[in-house]
């Protein structure tokens, strides 16, 4: 994990590439429950059996899974201290290259593509890439971006 002591060393970094994080398997469990936070039961996810015959061989995350779980990867990717708060302040870009079989292994590595400030405080853009090993094509890549509002 990268560590910024502050918002200065953070614009500092522009350009540094962070990562990866460790890898963590995707379970038929996490997109079922996911299915259910999102309504979103079509059977390429939650029908085992009918999924065995489907494009993919197997049930597959939901896309937007594969996004939920940038949170958990950018706290293995870095931190900034000294903030009194840090916003999801939204996203650029988006798209989703492959599939991410249930059972596949994921992590992620990000860039750090641009540190800018504004009225609200400093806003960052990291280029986040989440990789199912053993393929060559990403499962995700988000162009994220966090408003990082300093201690007064």
Request: overall charge negative; hydrophobic content about 40%.
């Amino acid at each position: 994990m990268r560590i910024f002591q502050d918002l200065s060393e953070l614009k500092a970094a522009k350009g540094e590439h962070l990562g990866p994080t460790e890898w963590r398997t995707v379970t038929q469990e996490q997109v079922n429950l996911f299915a259910d936070a999102t309504d979103d039961h079509q059977w390429i996810h939650v029908d085992v059996e009918k999924a065995k015959e489907g494009p993919f061989g197997g049930t597959i995350a939901h896309g937007y899974l594969s996004l939920a779980l940038l949170p958990s990867f950018m706290q293995e990717l870095m931190r900034v201290d000294g903030l009194r708060m840090g916003i999801n302040y939204g996203l650029n870009k988006v798209r989703f290259p492959r599939p991410v079989p249930v059972g596949a292994r994921v992590r992620a590595a990000a860039e750090l593509v641009d540190v800018k400030g504004t009225p609200s405080g400093t806003l960052s853009t990291l280029k986040v890439t989440i990789e199912v090993e053993g393929e060559g094509r990403p499962a995700c890549v988000a162009e994220t971006l966090s408003l990082y509002v300093p201690n007064s």
